[in-house]
């Protein structure tokens, strides 16, 4: 299913049947910790019955040069978890040229296991990086591969029971 600009599914256009899982992308600066309608936002994803919602936690965005800092993160998921909506987190290097060296790939394995472990119980499914393939990112195969070999074990040190 695709998704136009205001995050409305594009097809289909009746309501999903219950129980059926709807994931919609829901960009920062829509859901950041300063949005003072977070909280509505939320609730209006809900109304629309979707039940999932996927969060880009770029290692960046928590890492500020000393400590990892999760305010913002934390608190997306939890008005989404409060509204009833499951969490998918979009584990994003850095730097995309963190993946093609081997000592990038470690400092990326080890910001997305202080990921997943501080979100243990609130994010249900894990993505590393979303479409690595893009021209912007261009992370080639091998690339994405070895840093998936690195990441993925790293992820499940953190949280066995976490879903890739």
Not at 124 to 141: F, G, K, M, R
Request: aromatic share 8%.
């Amino acid at each position: 299913m695709g998704y136009n600009r205001a995050l409305r599914p594009l097809q289909p256009k009746t309501r999903p049947e219950a129980g059926r899982v709807m994931w919609f992308a829901t960009p920062d600066s829509r859901t950041d910790d300063a949005f003072h309608g977070l909280a509505n936002e939320a609730a209006a994803y809900a109304a629309m019955r979707v039940s999932g919602v996927r969060f880009d936690m770029r290692s960046g965005n928590i890492w500020n040069g000393s400590a990892y800092v999760h305010t913002t993160n934390d608190t997306r998921i939890a008005a989404f978890r409060a509204a009833g909506i499951r969490v998918m987190g979009i584990l994003s290097p850095r730097s995309y040229s963190d993946l093609t060296t081997s000592g990038g790939r470690s400092t990326f394995a080890e910001d997305c296991a202080e990921i997943v472990s501080h979100n243990r119980g609130l994010v249900d499914i894990w993505e590393i990086t979303n479409e690595p393939n893009l021209a912007s990112q261009s992370v080639a195969p091998d690339d994405y591969t070895a840093t998936c070999n690195a990441v993925c074990p790293a992820i499940m040190a953190a949280n066995p029971a976490a879903t890739i």
